[in-house]
């Protein structure tokens, strides 16, 4: 759940009234900061340094995990939800011998064939974006920020990973400086860290965090499950955050079992919003 | 009693010829009782329309009935907004209340078939099959042992679509015409379906949600014999009378030769007096002359309920058109459901020939409206 700050004056979640470290400006604008304050630098390297460096140890190790749709198909039969296939790759949900819902080549009816053609359009993916006043990269602009990634079904953040590239750690230097970036795609199998390291950061987020992720899906009409893409320079903070993708594709995996931290159950929240949008 | 006056010079004024009054023969189809029943009595009451609101009007309309606003991205991509919240869309002519997975079913009339079949909803017995595997046909109706229908897997607006094929020489024809009606946007995999052909009233039901909102009969163009007059001269009297309907206006055939000879009729046939003719096998609203009748509060209940199964058996779809084959609007035994089509066009519903006009576009908003609070 995001953190909730504790009044208006901005005080830093996490922090008691009067510390004096990493206070963040006090602000009006719901997760903004004062606009004359320089944009955080190295935003990768200090939530390595912050979050990542201090629960190495927890990394979770390559383990045989269930697919997406076995995932689903679990929390379906929770809620005794029937999956009958129809033909190869094309799924009907059946809830007391009603239909409910289905599945067709990995897309839940929780997708419209609306939001399916505008997400298949960068383009048209921007200019609804931009009609609902929510931030959004322009094409081919150059990423420096932190990348998230979140899991939003009906009108809730469920999930929020943090992605961040293999490193390396100096000991000796400490904090953000002491962190090397990897090439993802040289990252050393043997070293064993994965290529991209996938943070459990639901917890982390601010509630304007979490908004902008709920704001994104809303805006594409009949969409009520998918994957965002976001850039942002803090947690906590909206300033320069921008949304990079809508998914509806997006695996559900990572959220179910990241690198490091507890996971969340998004195929769950899938099935119950299956549920309430059949109105039964 | 005053005595009417003709001037020596003019002759007395001919007496108004009646309509015949239909006489069915010993086994009338469903359509030409329905006919006999329903429309002739009312004939000259067909509506007229001075002017009409295309599909996707009507549901903008709609939309700020509810105080909605529209808001439009490109001409094809709309949305719907209330209190500031996008609450749905329109991609072209559906809405958002079509889920991808059903979009994709609806373009395949075969793969309708397969979901229906898999929710237990009567459909006629059939099979897709490749159009280059004409042999596989000609077996396929020697199976059946009866007399199939032959259409494109996809495709709409009733092209391509033959009924009551018993024969080889028949069924080529049909294939012919299914592989014509081909266009060029459909997808690369084109199918053509055979199923048993299924005779009924033609119905098109559009359900928003578990509700039947609009129901149409849809009838062939067709003519009343009278003994004297041509077929040419009874079909063009019966266009030109639809002429003050604005919605029928633009949607009449030519009545040709050629379009007769299936029927083994010419422009120049005369038909017995009291005869039902129609014009065409299949009732084509789009551009053949069809009539859609307003038949909603005629349905029996189980109609309705075989509709809105038809409807439910695809994931994901708020709102359809469920076209229906029913021997009579009074039960649904015997009736079968033959496609779901979101695509289809409300207007129908909006502009019937008889009966009463149907909101369907502010059925679809509410149910647009209620999933967006769900």
Known sequence: MPTELTSDTGSHPGHAPGDETEQEPVTQDAGAEAEDQPLPENAVERFIAEHVQPRRHEFR??????????????????????????????WAFYFAGTVIGGLSHGLTTLVSAHARRVLGDAEALRGHLKLMDIPCAEEGAELSGLQLRGFV?????????????????DDAVG????????????????AGQPQVIAVDVTELVSEYISSLAVDAVRAVPGLFAAGVDLEVFSLESLRSAVVLDVDENADLLPHHVPTLGPGRDVADAIAEQILISAAL | MAQTYFPASAPPPPPR??????????????????????????????RRWSSTLPHEELLQRAARRKKMTIKKITDSNQLFFLSGVVVGGMDGVITSLVSHQARRVSRSKAMTKRYLTASDVPTPKGKAINPTEFSRAVKYLKSLGGPVTVKPSSGRASKGITVNVTRESQLRQAWQAAMAARSATSESRYLIVMEEYTPGLDLRAYVVGSTVVGAVARLPLYVVGDGISTVGSLADAEISRRGPNEYLKGRQPEVTNAMLAPLELTRDSVL?????????AIADTTRGGGLAVDVLDLLADELKELAVEGLWAIPGLGAAAVDLLAPSLGSAEGAVVL????????????????????????????????????
Do not use: C, W
């Open chain 1, 61 to 90: 190790s390559a383990e045989q995990l269930p697919s997406a749709a076995q995932l689903l198909g679990t929390a379906l039969a929770r809620r005794r939800i029937e999956v009958k296939k129809i033909v190869e790759g094309r």
């Open chain 1, 153 to 169: 079904v009906g009108r809730e953040l469920v999930s929020m990973l943090a992605l961040i590239p293999p490193y390396e750690y």
């Open chain 1, 175 to 190: 904090g953000p400086e002491a962190v090397r970036l990897l090439d993802s795609t040289a990252a050393d199998s043997g």
């Open chain 2, 17 to 46: 010829a009646q309509r015949p009054h239909v006489e069915l023969g010993s086994e009338p189809s469903a359509t030409e009782r329905f006919i006999a029943e329903h429309i002739e009595p009312r004939h000259e009451a067909l």
């Open chain 2, 272 to 280: 017995p007096f009291g005869k039902l003719q129609p014009l065409s």
């Open chain 2, 339 to 374: 496609d779901v089509n979101p695509y289809a066009n409300i207007m129908q519903f909006h502009y019937p020939a008889y009966g009463e006009p149907r909101r369907v576009n502010d059925a679809v908003m509410e149910e647009i409206l209620e999933r967006a609070s769900r």
